[in-house]
């Protein structure tokens, strides 16, 4: 027998990922916070439910998509949360990103309760998840994992269960500290570029298929440099995720002395209002220490 | 008529392109400090010169590539260097990484003499020299890229002429900050995940085709942990790089934050003795604040 599906949270990841779900022929049951958002989904076959515990009550596989810790443990323990619907034998998968401790609680809570839990945190934004090419990284069982692949399928494209629960998100954290320490690299040879009067299409060109090059420089260095400020994935999300690493870095007593200083970077964006723009504005923060600019919108 | 070349400079990378102009069937005179050095290439066919200005007398084209600024300076200007040689008409075409400054007074000298020169450092290691693929950053005019575009076809795959004078050298070091600082973000993501109990080749394999791929992660990252610190370009010479770009950001009046973090980290590798190791042994640096060790040599 198919699994039925819940999908909680219809964000800005959510809503691309449910609408693969409901394109690759499943049974899905929606809830979000805010309500209107399933009505959509509604008209294209889910079905709506009243609460995180009335949608764990139809569903054998509860997926998750929400903001941070906090929203999970809402979500999963809160009083209408899943917790109090959902039956043995079911699976929880979270693909929030959210702290590896946590997870792990959360795991040891639901296994109490006879249901089993895999982390499956993302990659690849918003066009990601809307074209079903997201990297998804999991932690829990073969077991599992073998049951969910499926639903992983129409979401995603490279598929890796990474180790047992919370693995995910640790893995998620490591692609995140790649993610703005090499957006902190482009942002420093942009500006060091910029200073030196380069053309900087040419420039990205010339180094970016060598020893140089990372998925940072080719999108969203270009990007940068006709000052396209406009989100993959938001500075305040990103900060967020900065911040789960470095707890878990605190943690496990690990200094990390580049991701802390991107860390203070954003902070100081967010403080100049500019948290809703995407992470790779970072470059503003060292343009701010630089009194520079790198490179010029297209004219209009 | 095809010109004649002259190569100054048969080190790590100077011997793979020499060989690779024979190979395309230029003729070719040598000149380098250390005489014995020249003995394989008069074997494969080239004309061995006494001095540089004895070899700039015998041809219209002398690239060179030695390792630092005052290097270049002895080889042209020096007793017996290029300028007391070198007929006008001629080129100079440079391809060591040194001063961007330092490379458009040289070329004030040559032009007075009626020479034209290219700046045109390469990126993509002793590999990419020996199998002729390297990254070619051209500074110059038009007329001279054309004239020594065949002598860099026998060279480089990657050949972009990126402006004038001097260009080529900072778009070297705009190379040269995103190794160093993508190497910086490889460096931390992987203590984390070594910390966090993670598999590593499982880790990067999950990550590395996504937003936080680089070059530095897939050849790198899968070298540092299985402890191969074996240079494609060591630290002494990364360093010197780094250098070059701190002191080109000094004259331009331009903070860089990270790259200066990781200038002082590879000073502290070579307090230990460690410059002779490959650039991605950054690493070692970071492990060595953390009192962690990343990864193990695969057993012998």
Request: a negative charge; aromatic letters at 4%; hydrophobic letters at 50%.
């Amino acid at each position: 027998m198919t699994d039925r599906v819940g999908f909680i949270g219809l964000g800005i990841m959510g809503r691309g990922m449910t609408r693969n779900l409901l394109n690759a022929g499943h049974a899905v049951t929606v809830w979000n916070r805010t309500a209107a958002r399933m009505e959509e989904f509604v008209a294209a076959g889910a079905t709506a439910a009243a609460s995180p515990a009335a949608l764990a009550a139809v569903c054998e596989v509860v997926i998750l998509c929400v903001s941070d810790t906090p929203d999970v443990e809402q979500v999963l323990l809160g009083e209408q949360g899943v917790i109090h619907g959902i039956r043995p034998g079911s699976l929880v998968i979270d693909m929030s990103t959210i702290s590896p401790q946590a997870t792990r609680d959360l795991a040891a809570r639901l296994a109490a309760q006879g249901v089993a839990m895999l982390d499956a945190p993302v990659s690849g934004g918003s066009e990601g998840a809307a074209r079903g090419t997201l990297s998804i990284m999991v932690g829990g069982s073969e077991a599992d994992f073998a049951r969910a692949l499926p639903l992983f399928q129409a979401m995603g494209k490279t598929i890796t269960r990474v180790g047992e629960q919370g693995a995910g998100q640790l893995v998620k954290l490591v692609n995140q500290i790649l993610v703005v320490v090499n957006m902190l690299a482009v942002s420093e040879a942009l500006l060091f570029a910029q200073a030196g009067g380069l053309d900087l299409p040419k420039t990205i060109q010339a180094v970016a298929g060598g020893a140089a090059g990372s998925w940072m420089l080719s999108n969203r260095g270009t990007q940068a440099i006709v000052r396209d400020f406009r989100p993959g994935f938001t500075i305040d999300l990103q900060q967020k995720d900065v911040r789960l690493v470095l707890e878990a870095a605190d943690q496990m007593g690990l200094p990390l002395l580049a991701t802390g200083m991107v860390y203070q970077l954003y902070r100081s964006l967010q403080q100049q209002g500019l948290g809703h723009e995407g992470n790779h504005a970072l470059i503003k923060a060292l343009e701010h220490l630089a009194l520079r600019q790198v490179g010029a919108a297209p004219d209009a």
